[in-house]
């Protein structure tokens, strides 16, 4: 067993620096990651390159080329030089890219935020970053950040739309248009400053779930060491439609952008009232997105074919059920199964193989009578597609799976530029898990408390290193060494453990740990995951650090309240267990924790929810409950309704 293990290691060990090899070769002939996508962009000049009906702009990649390099001498021309940070605060549109790939052309950093951030996070980056100019998206965003553009001094303000001719009566600053920074441009001559892979290319700030963001610097070797890696694994081809929906300050959707540049793709962009009928008319062959995307898509289906018919909504159920059963049997066969004992082994395998056998004609009929046509009516079509910046739920995967959906789950950071494990789009879908390291990069499992490195199928923290771990965070020396060790290990914060396929299964937050009064731990994100499979729980958090027991909160559905005929608006804010108020409501949503933490195998007592409150607000970013990114802020949580979480334990003691 030892020799075997050394064995393993020697050859893990060969596999990455074979790999590191590889991808060095590929590096060494770019100066830059723009240069990288000059030359890709110029390959197929006359390929659509960008269709935005919101923004209406339509680009070929010799538009766009062009585009980018007038931008880039507008921007010399009004004195911007290699090291500038440049902030851009928009949201993703059809002249973003050009705008940034042409800041990066000139050696200066890319630093981009969302306009629904709030005003005090705009302000802090902007001092923070130091910037030298600002590129923002119209006058929308031009007017809420007025308070602030007059106590700052910068060189230029850049509109990508609109020419805020109000605002430059208040602002010494200088005003410019997108077409005014191309004419200049087209007057000033480019000079190409020298560069190197190890220069800053972009600093993303993250999404700030406790205090204020951190600016993560993230190098053109970084981002330009995720391209051959990703591409292993998704495979774009030159003329692919893709549709482009995420925040572009997200770094996975900012290398998405990138990535599909690179294999000059059909950029089609849309907005979240313009998904549903976007997916029909672009017919995009991938998409990459994240969960809440996917949760909205699967809803959508259930609720459309709900409202055309009662008795086709039951046969989905059922064939979704059936389908659904046959993918779990059929999986059994590709899973690694840690049973130590053989002969059990082989029962549960012959119990799997028969199922499976017996369940496949149902799901082949259903594959082609009617999963077909839901997907047909739904745009999901897909070549290839891929969720990551956070876990989906488990019943949504199989649900995909089910009708025939590619969809592959990817995992990383932004630290990380920020893909580090990723499910080939060809090979085995390994559901519930993030897949595999992608090229050059090692994962490796260790305790938390001593560091160890731990064996397949134990859970501990994650710890990766490769040629995307971020340079670090500005101006936090402190912060960036309590990360990345002196070995260039990255500590994830993340919580999981390797199959001995050296898939990687996600369990939660080191941070998000509920530690109870009994000295267990509580990894409440699979606890959440379980209940969020009712139709009837929009979302929750679970609740109990220093508790006997686990509690929750609970944001019902609407659905929820419709079938036990309650107006909604009726409600006061908060509705606990213990009221006499609702109680149809409250039984409702009881039963469902019971049906739905039960169906989850292996839990332990103490990881049961003994009691729960009803809130009626939703955890958004309006109220502070949520990030910029869409994660729940758990302490703000914990902050807002701790009244009610101290009555729920009160009570039950």
């Known amino acids: 067993m030892k020799q075997e293990k050394q064995l393993e290691e020697i050859t893990l060990k060969n596999r990455i620096y074979d790999e590191r090899r590889n991808l060095n070769s590929f590096l060494s002939r770019y100066d830059s990651l723009c240069g990288y996508i000059q030359e890709c962009i110029t390959t197929y000049p006359d390929l659509k390159a960008i269709t935005d009906p919101y923004s209406d702009v339509e680009l070929t990649y010799k538009e766009l080329e062009d ?64 910037c030298r100019g600002l590129v923002l998206q119209n006058e929308k965003i031009l007017k809420k950040m007025m308070p602030v553009l007059t106590k700052v001094s910068l060189s230029f303000i850049i509109m990508l739309f609109d020419k805020g001719e109000e605002a430059k009566k208040e602002l010494k600053t200088p005003i410019y248009t997108y077409d005014e920074i191309l004419e200049m441009g087209k007057g000033h001559k480019f000079v190409k400053p020298e560069m190197c892979l190890d220069d800053v290319s972009t600093m993303l700030y993250t999404s700030g779930t406790t205090g204020m963001p951190k600016g993560v610097l993230l190098t053109h070797k970084n981002i330009l060491s995720q391209y051959p890696c990703v591409d292993y694994g998704f495979k774009s081809k030159p003329g692919e439609n893709t549709l482009q929906i995420l925040p572009i300050w997200h770094s996975y959707e900012r290398t998405a952008q990138m990535y599909y540049l690179s294999k000059c793709c059909h950029m089609y962009f849309t907005n979240i009232s313009g998904l549903k009928k976007d997916l029909v008319r672009f017919k995009p062959d991938t998409l990459m997105s994240v969960p809440r995307i996917w949760d909205a898509v699967y809803e959508g289906i259930f609720t459309t ?100 959906v590619n969809l592959r789950e990817g995992y990383g950071l932004t630290e990380t530029s920020p893909v580090l494990t990723l499910r080939d789009i060809e090979k085995r879908n390994y559901l519930g898990s993030s897949g595999m390291p992608v090229k050059a990069t090692e994962i490796k499992i260790v305790d938390p408390e001593t560091k160890m490195e731990m064996p397949h199928f134990t859970k501990g923290l994650i710890m990766a290193r ?104 009726s409600q006061s804010v908060t509705l606990t267990i213990r ?75």
């Not at 059920?321 to 082989?346: C, E, G, Q, V, W």
């Not at 009881?590 to 049906?595: F, L």
């Open 305 to 404: 074919v709900k409202k055309q018919s009662r008795i086709a909504y039951c046969v989905l159920n059922v064939a979704v059920f059936i389908s659904i059963r046959y993918i779990i049997h059929k999986m059994y066969a590709d899973r690694d199964d840690n049973t130590k004992l053989p002969f059990i082994r082989a029962i549960k395998y012959t119990y799997h193989k028969f199922m499976r056998w017996a369940l496949e004609p149902m799901h082949r009929t259903f594959t082609l009578k009617l999963y077909k046509k839901i997907k047909d009516a739904a745009g999901l079509n897909f070549r290839a597609t891929m969720t990551g910046g956070g876990s989906l739920a488990m019943h949504v995967q199989l649900f995909y799976e089910a009708i025939g």
């Open 466 to 569: 490769g040629p995307q771990i971020m340079k670090g965070y500005y101006k936090d020396e402190a912060a960036t060494k309590a990360v990345i060790d002196e070995n260039g290990w990255f500590n994830t914060g993340d919580l999981g453990w390797l199959t001995s396929s050296n898939n990687l299964v996600i369990v939660g937050r080191e941070k998000e740990t509920i530690v109870l009064s009994n000295g267990e731990n509580v990894e409440p994100v699979p606890i959440e995951g379980a209940c969020l499979e009712s139709p009837y729980i929009s979302q929750i958090v679970l609740v109990g650090q220093d508790e006997d027991n686990l509690g929750a909160l609970i944001v019902p559905s609407e659905e929820a309240y419709n079938k036990c005929r309650i107006p909604k608006e």
């Open 67 to 130: 585009r980018i390099e007038h931008f880039a001498s507008g921007l010399q021309s009004l004195g911007v030089k290699k090291g500038d940070f440049i902030c851009i605060f928009s949201e993703s549109n059809g002249l973003w890219c050009s705008a940034d790939q042409a800041i990066m052309r000139c050696g200066a950093v890319t630093t981009p935020r969302g306009t629904s951030a709030t005003l005090e996070e705009l302000n802090f980056i902007i001092n923070h970053s130091e």
């Open 579 to 653: 009221s006499i108020q609702n109680q149809e409501l409250k039984e409702l949503i009881k039963k469902e924790i019971q049906t739905h933490i039960k169906s989850k195998p292996n839990l332990k007592s103490f990881e049961y929810i003994k009691q729960f409150a009803l809130i009626k607000d939703s955890f958004n970013m309006d109220n502070g409950m949520m990030s910029s990114s869409g994660k729940i802020k758990r302490n703000n949580v914990f902050e807002k309704y701790k009244d009610i979480i101290s009555d729920m334990f009160n009570k039950k003691k």
